[in-house]
Antibody, heavy 120, light 107 residues
């Protein structure tokens, strides 16, 4: 059974940093693209970033470029999102999402999400 | 960036009804379109990819169609568990973009 479990969310002050993690199990992690998608309170889904299976290809939404860094550790079956220079508008639930095999952003499985709150 | 526009933004329907949600892309995305269902407080669930292919385990009451710029999601025989918010997403090119969502409510 595919499982994606996010952690690392919490309350952080504007300008601060946070590192999210996603522990994957139930599939061969090192063969799939992975994504982060977020959802601000009461709002829709917003794609954040994608990373290829070997980390060779990485993509970011413009509003996160230069502040967020996606990475993965295939030996640990883990996906990460390092978030720096956080702003109030980054407050959201962050979902880890697996792309279907041979796809980059066609999601088939989602984690339960982790809440990030940016507030003073 | 490719803009995805869903209509309607909200929809009221009764148990047993058949409903259709539309999604329009601002440029040709072939069939690189997915649909997701989200219930309050829960993670999204993947329903359809490739505009019309059902994800594993998704009942055939859900169907998708379209290509190019115009797409639709149809749900037949609505049941209480189908009342949720539905999102379309294009994965033709980066940045990946979602529609604003369609909230399906019980009449």
């Amino acid at each position: 059974e595919v499982q994606l479990v996010e952690s690392g969310g919490g309350l952080v002050k504007p300008g601060g940093s946070l590192r999210l993690s996603c522990a994957a199990s139930g599939f061969t992690f090192n063969t799939y693209y992975m994504n982060w998608v977020r959802q601000a309170p009461g709002k829709g889904l917003e794609w954040v970033s994608s990373i290829s299976s070997s980390s060779s290809f990485i993509f970011y939404a413009d509003s996160m470029k230069g502040r967020f860094t996606i990475s993965r550790d295939n030996a640990r079956n883990s996906l990460y999102l390092q978030m720096n220079s956080l702003r109030a508008e980054d407050t959201a639930v962050y979902y880890c999402a697996r792309a279907m095999y041979s796809s980059s952003a066609k999601v088939d499985y989602w984690g339960q999400g982790t809440l990030v709150t940016v507030s003073s | 960036d490719i803009q995805m526009t869903q209509s309607p933004s909200s929809l009221s329907a009764s148990v047993g009804d058949r409903v259709t949600i539309t999604c329009r892309a601002s440029q040709d995305i072939s069939d690189y379109l997915a649909w997701y269902q989200q219930k309050p407080g829960k993670a999204p669930k993947s329903l359809i990819y490739g505009a019309s292919s059902l994800q594993s385990g998704v009942p055939s009451k859900f169907s998708g169609s379209g290509s190019g710029t115009d797409f639709s999601l149809t749900i037949s025989g609505l049941q209480p568990e189908d009342f949720a918010t539905y999102y379309c997403q294009q994965y033709d090119s980066y940045p990946i973009t979602f529609g604003q969502g369609t909230r399906l409510e019980i009449k």
